[in-house]
């Protein structure tokens, strides 16, 4: 498991004390519900390990939604896999949040 834990430098998702840290992740699947759909055990996968601790990324396990994992390719290390989600919503944010009144502008 490949994870970052600078999230909550400043408290956020903290609820209480130990605390389980890690915001992105990327493993193997383990178990899965049996309405998880496209996802099956053993599969290489990424998720954006947001919300409380059981959802973190530290630890042996980490219980995600499916919604917020994502399939990764045989040839990136899952090192590297770690590193897409709070990329990919970093990206977002910004786009869509810090220039939403530049995308008005330029294109409405």
Not at 11 to 18: D, L, Q, T
Not at 63 to 73: E, T
Request: proline residues 6%; neutral net charge; aromatic residues 14%.
């Amino acid at each position: 498991m490949a994870v970052n834990i600078y999230q909550t430098d400043r408290g956020a998702f903290v609820e209480r004390y130990p605390l389980t840290l890690g915001c992105d992740v990327a493993g193997t699947i383990a178990p899965v519900g049996p309405s998880v759909p496209n996802l099956k055990v053993g599969e290489r996968v990424t998720a954006f390990a947001f919300g409380a601790s059981r959802s973190k990324a530290m630890q042996q396990y980490s219980i995600q939604h499916y919604s917020v994992v994502g399939k990764v390719p045989d040839n990136m290390s899952l090192a590297a896999a770690a590193t897409v989600p709070d990329n990919f919503v970093t990206a977002f944010y910004t786009l869509f949040n810090d220039w939403a009144f530049l995308f008005h502008l330029l294109f409405l």
